[in-house]
Every structure is written in structure tokens, then in C-alpha cells.
């Protein structure tokens, strides 16, 4: 997150770049945006600030504009020629535009929660969200290079909040911190087996398998573990009484598990990958002149 001061309309755009760090030569530029902020700053939408969806005075998703919710809507009146609106002595009924807005009518079938601000304002946020005002999004830029003005060189997701100082201070930036995965610890116990694929002969021409089992989670295939081998099993049953331990990082958030490895052996530096927390059990045959004959 990035925090500027600038004088509209003297300074006006703002020029963000995307660069190809190397490690030993010179970062080369892939491609920028330009925003027009006096643009943002004066457009009868609302586009210095997105309008989010509840009124938070608490919590990761606090109120960031300088305004409260009900000084945004005589703003939103005086423009559009509107008699100010009309607030009730309990807060919970504002007249605006001609119609009666009630908060029980704005809050039905939502569920409330302890960081929400007062009525009246939740109300007024409620109105403001059906004048047509941007709402609080994430942004899609396009990338253009100087080199190739007409030709896309990729997507910049982001957003930007105008605040004029003149109002004071804003609220506190929104927290983008990633989140931290945390580590757990998959214990499996491989008991026995049974119904096995008998897939070898015995001297004695009968039918039997040297049977082990195989475990790994995807994305930690360095880690894989394998049981102990029940030699000669003539039903397809194999006792074991293993453990496998498989720690893992997780994100219970995404339902995701994060793997950090190198793509390659020469890369420098570890890359992050969001896999499905699965668990992989395969059951073999051992064989000690051949490779091991996979079975299910």
C-alpha cells in the first residue's frame, strides 16, 4: 500500500509501472496505467472512495472515507437538487427523495455483527448504494508499454482512494496483508488391508502378493512415506499397524494448503503454490528384480 500527497489539478496523474526484476541486470519496464485523480476526485459518481456494502466502525473492513454515510447523502441531495434528507428522533426511518427508507426494510434477512456502526448511518448507506455511486471494487488496469502503445502487456489488479486534506484525515487504510498459512500435522494410521490384487506366484503356483502401502499429499511429493512389506499374503490381506506423518501448511480461510519450493534447481528464489489439501494412498507389490508393480 502506497500513501502519496499531491496538489489537483497540478499534479493529476498518477503512473503506475510494472517492472521484470533480474538479479544482474537492469529491471526492464513491462508495462504501465495512467489515472486521471482529478478525474476520480470530481466525478458525480463517487469514484475518490468506493461505497462499500455495510457500515463498519471496527474490524478489517472499517470505514476509510473522511465523510460519514449521512454527510454523503445531503452531498448526494444539494447535487441532485433533492431537499435534504429527513432523519427520524430514533434513527431507524430516513425520508429522502420523497420515499420513506426504514432500517428494519434495509437490514431484512442480513446477518448483523458486532463491528456495525449506528442505525442511522447504515440506513444512509443503504440509500447511498441505490443513487448510482461507485461501489468498493477491486480494479482491473491494463498494461501498455511505450514501445507498443495498442498492444496489452497484462492485468494490474488494484484500487485508489482520494482524500482531500482539507476534510481532515481519512479512516485507516484497508489491511491487504496476505495471510499466514498455519501448520498443522496429518497423522494417518495404516491398520491392514484386505481384497488385495494378488499379482505374483509363489514356487508353489499359488497366487499371492508382497504387499506395502504408499502415502503423499500433493505438492510435498518429496516427502512421500511407504509401510513396511507384508511378505507373501495368499487372501489380499496385509497387517501393518504404521503411522504416517505428514506436516503441512494450511489457509482455513481458502480451504487451501501452500506449498514454498523452486521450480527448478537453478531457480533463485522459492515459489508459493495454493494446492486442494488432498491425500494420496496407494497400495504395491514389492518385487526385488523388478520394478514394483503398482496395484490401486
Not at 493529476?12 to 496505467?33: A, F, H, P, Q
Not at 425520508?95 to 447504515?122: F, V, W
Not at 505428514?246 to 482455513?252: G, K, Q, T, V
Amino acid at each position: 500500500m502506497y500513501e502519496l500527497s499531491c496538489f489537483l489539478p497540478q499534479e493529476k496523474d498518477l503512473k503506475i509501472s510494472v517492472y521484470d526484476y533480474d538479479t544482474l541486470t537492469r529491471d526492464e519496464k513491462v508495462g504501465e496505467t495512467i489515472i486521471d485523480l482529478e478525474n476520480r476526485f470530481l466525478s458525480r459518481y463517487g469514484s475518490h472512495c468506493g461505497i462499500p456494502q455495510q457500515y463498519c466502525i471496527s474490524g478489517v473492513n472499517t470505514w476509510r472515507d473522511q465523510l460519514k454515510p449521512t454527510q454523503l447523502l445531503q452531498n448526494v441531495a444539494r447535487f441532485k437538487g433533492y431537499a435534504p434528507p429527513v432523519l427520524s428522533e430514533n434513527g431507524r426511518k430516513i425520508n429522502y427523495g420523497g420515499r420513506d427508507y426504514t432500517l428494519e426494510e434495509a437490514e431484512a434477512n442480513k446477518i448483523l455483527h458486532q463491528h456495525l456502526g449506528p442505525g442511522e448511518e447504515r440506513l444512509a448507506l443503504h440509500i447511498l448504494r441505490t443513487q448510482g455511486l461507485v461501489p468498493e471494487h477491486v480494479e482491473t488496469r491494463t498494461l501498455y508499454s511505450t514501445f507498443q502503445p495498442n498492444i496489452s502487456q497484462g492485468k494490474l489488479q488494484m484500487w485508489v482512494d482520494v482524500f482531500p486534506k482539507t476534510l481532515g484525515p481519512p479512516g485507516p487504510p484497508f489491511n491487504i496483508t496476505p495471510r499466514k498459512a498455519k501448520k498443522y500435522i496429518l497423522r494417518v494410521i495404516v491398520w491392514n488391508t484386505k481384497d488385495v490384487l494378488l499379482d505374483e506366484k509363489s514356487i508353489t503356483g499359488e497366487e499371492m502378493s508382497d504387499i506395502y502401502v504408499k502415502g503423499w499429499m500433493p505438492g510435498n511429493e518429496e516427502n512421500k512415506q511407504k509401510t513396511d512389506v507384508h511378505y507373501r499374503s495368499l487372501d489380499g490381506e496385509g497387517n501393518f499397524n504404521w503411522r504416517f506423518v505428514f506436516p503441512f501448511d494450511y489457509l482455513p480461510a481458502e480451504q487451501l494448503c501452500v506449498v514454498s519450493k523452486k521450480e527448478h534447481f537453478w531457480s533463485l528464489d522459492k515459489t508459493e503454490f495454493r494446492i486442494p489439501p488432498k491425500l494420496t494412498i496407494q497400495i504395491w507389490d514389492n518385487d526385488k528384480f523388478s520394478l514394483d508393480d503398482y496395484l490401486g
